[in-house]
């Protein structure tokens, strides 16, 4: 069963906007993260944030975790039609980083050129 | 530096027939982790294999089993395919020390006629 439901379902941008993604989970979890998938290949981790920490920055993106409310989401800033891709939040219940990940839906990003 | 490796990339089989999927870890990953992804879902944990032994294993009935090898490879085996079983199966490999999150391989689609 999936952890994670992700908001909105589909999401299309122009080039150059903030793209901003959502994310709540059922249950405590250790870490959360979120992953990228191009159509058709493998997933491409991109974050990942603790349950004690509230906020994360990698380059363009930018990553909250908000535990009372279990919820996170992910702003990717300036986005480029390269970021065309789903995306998708996952959740660690117990152990470290590399411990079983239960995954969302995924939201399905377009960026127009 | 070669990622995680997946073969074959493709595979068709009928109901009833039983399949190997192989995954080769990135270099330095001593764990590996098996995902299966139906059509516009997020993936679903199969189970994990450090050490040569099943350390977690998901919701998945006794079809589904696996196997590590001493140099940390892995192969997924499912008995009696039946149609529900087509999917992109993603293995993903990780280092058991530290906080590292896993590194996913290109997948397997496999499809049952």
């Known amino acids: 069963s999936q952890q994670g439901e992700e908001d909105p379902q589909a999401l299309s941008i122009q080039e150059g906007e903030n793209a901003t993604m959502n994310c709540s989970y059922k249950?405590?979890?250790?870490?959360l993260q979120w992953y990228r998938q191009n159509s058709g290949r493998g997933l491409v981790h991109l974050i990942l944030?603790?349950?004690?920490?509230r906020e994360k920055h990698s380059g363009r993106l930018r990553v909250t975790l908000d535990t009372s409310k279990k919820s996170s989401s992910l702003l990717i800033t300036a986005s480029r039609a390269a970021d065309t891709a789903s995306y998708f939040c996952?959740?660690?219940?117990?152990?470290?980083?590399?411990?079983?990940?239960?995954f969302g839906k995924g939201i399905t990003l377009s960026v127009r050129p | 530096d070669a990622g995680v490796t997946q073969s074959p990339t493709h595979l068709i089989k009928t109901r009833g027939q039983q399949v190997t999927l192989r995954c080769s870890p990135k270099?330095?990953?001593?764990?590996v982790s098996w995902y299966q992804q139906a059509l516009g879902q997020g993936p679903q944990f199969i189970f994990q294999?450090?050490?040569?032994?099943?350390?977690q294993r998901g919701n998945f009935p006794d079809r589904f089993s696996g196997h590590q090898f001493p140099n940390y490879s892995s192969e997924l085996n499912v008995n009696a395919l039946l149609l529900g079983d087509s999917a992109l199966y993603l293995c993903?490999?990780?280092?058991?020390?530290?906080?590292?999150?896993?590194?996913f391989g290109d997948g397997t689609r496999l499809s049952i006629l």
């Open positions: 249950t405590s979890i250790n870490n």
């Open positions: 270099s330095g990953h001593d764990t």
């Open positions: 996952a959740t660690v219940r117990w152990g470290g980083a590399n411990s079983k990940l239960t």
């Open positions: 993903a490999s990780s280092f058991s020390g530290g906080y590292q999150p896993q590194h």
């Open positions: 944030i603790r349950s004690n920490e």
């Open positions: 294999y450090y050490e040569e032994e099943e350390r």
